[in-house]
């Protein structure tokens, strides 16, 4: 699937949150996103711009769906 262009960050905090991350703390333009899994925290960091440029958007996703053993597909869906 291609990548979306023009998600902003609220769009993905958003979703995340929908997957079980919450907000742990902003500092600047970066907001820090944490979740348990498996007794293990995992956090994400993403920039609060609008939009999220591709490759760290791409990077954001990669991270995300490793952790939580999504398709990547499907998750580009959801934007």
């Known amino acids: 699937m ?3 262009r023009d998600v902003d960050a609220s769009e993905l905090i958003t979703l995340l949150k929908r997957h079980g991350y919450s ?3 902003q500092t600047g333009s970066h ?3 944490s979740k348990i899994i498996d007794n293990n925290e995992h956090a994400i960091t993403v920039p609060n711009h609008n939009p999220i440029k591709i490759g760290v958007l791409q990077s954001i996703v990669k991270d995300v769906c490793n952790a939580n ?3 990547i597909n499907v998750f580009y ?3």
């Open 2 to 4: 291609k990548v979306p």
């Open 23 to 25: 907000v742990i703390r």
């Open 31 to 33: 907001i820090r996103l």
């Open 69 to 71: 053993r999504l398709d």
């Open 77 to 79: 869906q959801q934007l």
